[in-house]
């Protein structure tokens, strides 16, 4: 990994001074006379420390700090100050300088300061990477699909996401909510702050409680010490709230006073909690329907329904069906060290007809077995889960034609592609089997 470092000073002398003795520790050296040449050098290359004058004739060095980390989180900043100006290197770091020296100290003294500072920046410059990969995973290009349904959902998610609004997705189970409300978060302002999801289903009211607010040592039986909430846990970030629905009425209305204040009081404590935190909720419940049948809160329903999404179902975007199908192949063939497989004609055709209720969440988990039961790289129906073959509801699952061209598949692969054992089984001639067989482009 190279490093390199920028040096800023409007005094050309000591620039080149700096420059050459910093140049003999091996190190890659850029110079620049001005802030704005300074900050043109950090946009266009690779820096990992800055070392720039507080005095600069067009930028405040101290304002430079701030503008430096902003552009380069992990890079680190030393301020040069001259004598009698230290207050400005105690200011710089303030705003985030590394540290600062006085301009006439021994030359050597800077040597150590850069390495401590480029030691701390490679490893600030490691975890900006692994963030960086971590947002990219999870942003809006790790939604599949173009669909015009899909792409309607991801342009109002984008919309959504650069500002601090609470959201309510709305779907049916498996259709992606949890990925919409990461990639939300991963493009917000809040996306180096904490992503926190909790599934209200999965506890009951009591444990919901404890798990969304916290509580204060002594609060209960067994609570022998403080325990922060998620929301807590999320605070400056993102809580995502998945089965709303499932959230009791009193609990609905302490939730609604954070969407109000952002304060809440732990169980057994009496003093209110302040947070700063976004909430993205979803459901696969009508929402509203539940509210004028008393089943939830209606005061609460409009506060999370400020912006609502509605994500939609698999068969809604069935041509969407190969592309996702394709990347989850090759995930899970890279998991159990397998080549790429193609899906034959058949196989294909299967996937595009099924019903999918379980959604994406379905479709990944098919495919996943299908990887691990194949053999050959060529995927075919005979993979699929039994009820592939007995056809879908709907569509042309019930068509004679499909019916008869399931059946003609199903007894070749119990008679091992044997087709006169199978014409027998059929009960027609043998001639009557290859025609079918051309017919249904049945290899």
């Known amino acids: 990994m190279q490093q390199s470092v920028l040096i800023i000073d ?18 890659t050296v850029f110079q620049a006379n001005t802030a704005k040449e300074g900050l043109k050098v950090l946009a266009a290359q690779e820096i990992h420390v800055v070392i720039s004058d507080v005095k600069l004739p067009d930028i405040n060095g101290i304002e430079l700090v701030k503008q430096i980390k902003e552009m380069k989180p992990y890079a680190e900043v ?34 150590p300061l850069v390495y401590k500072a480029m030691d701390k920046a490679k490893l600030q410059f490691r975890v900006f990477e692994l963030e960086s990969r971590i947002q990219k995973q999870y942003d809006f290009s790790s939604i599949l699909g173009q669909s015009k349904s899909i792409l309607q959902a991801i342009d109002l998610a984008r919309r959504v996401a650069l500002t601090d609004t609470t959201v309510l997705l709305l779907g049916e189970t498996g259709t992606g909510k ?23 289903s999965g506890f009951n009211p009591d444990l919901l409680e404890s798990e969304l607010f916290g509580y204060k040592q002594g609060a209960f039986t067994g609570a022998h010490k403080d325990k922060k909430g998620l929301l807590q846990e999320a605070n400056e970030g993102t809580l995502f709230l998945d089965e709303i629905g499932e959230m009791n009425l009193d609990l609905q209305a302490k939730l609604l006073r954070v969407l109000e204040s952002q304060t809440f009081i732990k169980v057994g404590d009496t003093q209110t909690t302040k947070v700063n935190v976004r909430i993205i909720a979803a459901t696969n419940r009508d ?20 912006f609502s999404i509605e994500l939609p179902s698999l068969k809604e975007r069935k041509a969407d069906i190969p592309i996702i199908a394709k990347h989850y192949l090759k995930q899970f063939a890279a998991k159990v060290n397998k080549p790429d ?41 005979s993979l699929l889960p039994y009820e592939f073959e007995q056809g879908n509801v709907g569509g042309d699952a019930m068509k004679m034609e499909t019916v008869e061209k399931m059946h003609i598949i199903k007894v070749l692969k119990y008679s091992q592609n044997n087709k006169t054992e199978a014409s027998r089984l059929l009960g027609i001639g043998l001639t009557t089997l290859y025609r079918k067989l051309e017919e249904y482009q049945i290899s």
């Not at 420059?19 to 003999?24: K, V």
């Not at 919409?180 to 926190?196: D, G, M, N, T």
């Not at 929402?287 to 400020?306: H, N």
């Open 341 to 381: 497989f193609t899906m034959d004609e058949q196989f294909a055709e299967h996937l595009q007809n099924h019903g999918w209720k379980g959604n994406i969440r379905e479709l990944k988990n098919v495919i996943e077995r299908v990887v691990i039961l194949a053999d050959g790289l060529v995927l075919n129906a």
């Open 78 to 111: 030393i301020s040069l100050t001259a004598f009698g100006t230290i207050q400005d290197g105690v200011k710089a770091m303030k705003n985030g300088a590394f540290d600062y020296i006085t301009k006439g100290d021994d030359n050597d003294k800077i040597i």
């Open 287 to 306: 929402l509203k329907a539940e509210a004028e049948e008393g089943r939830f809160r209606l005061d609460l329903f409009y506060r999370l329904s400020v």
């Open 178 to 200: 949890e990925v919409f409300a990461q990639a939300i978060h991963y493009e917000s302002p809040r996306k180096l702050k904490p992503f926190v999801a909790l599934n209200c």
């Open 10 to 27: 409007d005094e050309k002398k000591i620039c080149s001074l700096l420059a050459r003795i910093i140049e003999l520790e091996g190190f």
